[in-house]
């Protein structure tokens, strides 16, 4: 893969399934996006999937998100629209999904969320943000349209105002909005709720009489990463209290018993390395909900995603070693009596997969599924009325999405396995280039901690190998998919065992006849640029250059300028000042003496540019052959989704480095 060829990426949204209608079969939608790099711009199309492709379903150059009607007879999904002001918003539009021309039902100030289908298939609930007069293009009292420099200044006693990638927040919170798609009449511009928080994650109880939602605990009333359900009355627009979760809840869905499930993650040990688990809230007879009661274990289970509820069983997507699968968790209607390792979950798709989300109708599943030759397929699979797959679990590939970007080839990937310093097991891959070496290597560490590197296939990766380089991955302790005790060991430990387990995977790839021990480089991002710091005045002497991009490199100043600094510091590395100087790169910089690039984005709010501004004077001021390389206009995002023509240049910049300090020869 080389640089420019983002523009022949083609990635499948979560797949959406129709009911066949008068006995016909089922349709499956999914909306295709792919880079274009000449307009700078990120196209979508809806298509339906057919005969071992897709076709285009809808017009515009912008659809996104569609969702199927329980019946079968609509199909709703996002299309971008200018608004009154020439800004883009992306709104709600329904399509019949035997063809027809899209009818567009929401002219929502700052656009609409994904649609919500209530159970009779005659309304849809969304999400979707409302600012304050005057801010973001909307009118002011006065009646103007103050430009982003021109609005009113903020006033702000919160520490959770703020995130990356959207933005001020407590200025335009998310309400509930429900449109009446039946019905025909003018656009939906005003919400159902006007509460002192943002709503998430709408879901309909199964009489269609109401819409529970997430909120954050009390309704926000101080800041807190706690959350719970409540119900939203459709009349007044008025919100109840009806699950007290445990600690979060970030999506629901009810079973054909009425419970209610939900994923979400208990707070008892602080909210960092907690995986997510499935829970139940069985229905009672007054219309309220039973204590809820997790299903899966939460040392060796975690899940993401939405739950889909069926007789017998609730399908979840689970992460387990670098692959997130499709598994069945079974429900007989009660609690069980201890919940449900990950050996105890049937799998429905599985193997080397990473399923960026599924849809179940029946008996049919379908999911965006990524693997090591494809970023993104829709592949389906029979499944019995308990969700468990009939016969095989890997499921019909049913497009080919990944044919243009293995038009220059894909690199093969190898499973790695090694031994920490302290008897940890530790497992990665390394992605090959052509050839038979002795191949120059890159390290590359994941951002999070509690991320993983996986079997996917990974368009960064696959640019270097395709430039000569063994790229090795992996997921040191701190990493998610391996377990409660892997994820957390690095809370008030960072760059300590995890720095082993990084360098003993490499170790473990450099036994290699195939790589060069001898040339070896390092690089990663956010976390991974912590990494790549660390290792560098620490461990410098086994590389021969560092790229370190979008780094943690101060705990201290991260603390006040991060979106997430006024927890994310004390939670993982406490609040003394003295330990966070210690376990701050910066703090070694003058022990630095390989080539070093600090690349960073003007507008990342999650660590912020000053984290790469300060790490480049100290290493300058040190003496290292320092370079700092800034991207205008971007966020923490940057490498997966900022603009095209950026992320093109990015990898131009990055192979340009390797290629001065680790030429492939």
Known sequence: MLPDDISRLRLPSRPTIARGTDGSAPKVFTAVSRPDVDADEYRSTVELVEDGTTRRWTSGDHDTAPVASPDGRWLAFLRQVADEAGHDRAQLAVVPTDGGEARITTALPLGAGTAVWSPDSRRVAVVARFPEPGRYGSQDAAGHRPGPDAE?????KRLDHHTDGTGYLRDRFAQLVVVDVAAAGAPVTTPLTSLPCSLGAPVWTPDGTAVLVTAPRDLGAVETHDSDLYRIDLASGAAELVVRTAGSVDSAAFGPDGTLFFVGATSEDGVVGEPDG??????QEDGSFAEPVRLTDRA??????TPIARDGAVLVAVLDRGTVQVRSVAWSGSAPSTPAVLDDLGTVLGGHVVVAGFDAVDGLLAAAVASPDS????VLVDVDAAGAAIGVTSGTVATDLGAE??????????ELHGTSADGTPVHGWVLLPEGEGPHPVLRVVHGGPFGQDTWAFFDEAQVYASAGYAVVIGNPRGSAGYGLDHGRAVIGAMGTVDVDDVLALLDAALERDDLDATRVGIMGGSYGGFMTSWLAAHHGDRFVA????????????????????????DAYVGSDPEEQRRRSPLTYADQVTIPFMVAHSEQDWRCPIEQGQRQYVALRRAG??????VFPGEGHELSRSGKPRHRVQRFEHVLAWWAEHLPVG
Not at 152 to 156: K, V
Request: charged share 20%.
């Open 300 to 305: 060796t289970v975690h899940v993401t995603g």
């Open 375 to 378: 970023p993104g397929e829709v």
């Open 278 to 283: 499935l829970w139940a809230a069985p229905a």
């Open 624 to 629: 290292v052959d320092a370079s700092f390389l």
């Open 546 to 569: 560092a790229w370190s991009e979008r780094a943690v490199n101060a705990w201290d100043s991260f603390a006040g300028s991060s979106d997430i600094g006024w927890f994310f510091a």
């Open 405 to 414: 970007v293995r038009h220059n080839g894909v690199r093969r990937i190898e």
């Open 152 to 156: 009113a200044p903020r006033l702000t």
